[in-house]
Nanobody, 128 residues
Framework: QLQPVESGGGLVQPGGPLRPPCATSGFTSNYYLIAWFRQAPGKEREEVSCNSGGSTHYADFVTGRFTLSRDNAENTVYLQMNSLKPEDTAVYYC???????????????????????WGQGTQVTVSS
């Protein structure tokens, strides 16, 4: 089954770093946009970061703290999270969107899409 797989979540103190990976075997960078989402209890899912080819976007609430990197050789997308806050506590999901058949360009980040593939999520808890 073609599915991104997140891992690396856990408990971290406020201010600490975490770098969960998303295994993206089969989701090549020239055909698939990869994005990180998160959902906290009682809140709607929100996009954290997105990569499409050479373009990476970040939500305002993580800009300057989080960095998405895509290692195509390892088929892995990392979300480097620094200066974590309690409000960052959420289940973090990795999702993929395929370039539409017949399209000549990749979908652009910074827009809303219905993503085709979702990981199972990894819990990140920021607490003292």
């Amino acid at each position: 089954q073609l599915q991104p797989v997140e891992s690396g979540g856990g408990l971290v103190q406020p201010g600490g770093p975490l770098r969960p990976p998303c295994a993206t075997s089969g989701f090549t960078s020239n055909y698939y946009l990869i994005a990180w989402f998160r959902q906290a209890p009682g809140k709607e899912r929100e996009e954290v970061s997105c990569n499409s080819g050479g373009s990476t976007h970040y939500a305002d609430f993580v800009t300057g703290r989080f960095t998405l990197s895509r290692d195509n050789a390892e088929n892995t997308v990392y979300l480097q999270m620094n200066s974590l806050k309690p409000e960052d506590t959420a289940v973090y999901y990795c999702a993929a969107l395929r370039k539409p058949r017949g399209a000549t360009v990749m979908p652009m980040c910074g827009r809303e899409y219905d993503y085709d593939y979702w990981g199972q999520g990894t819990q990140v808890t920021v607490s003292s």
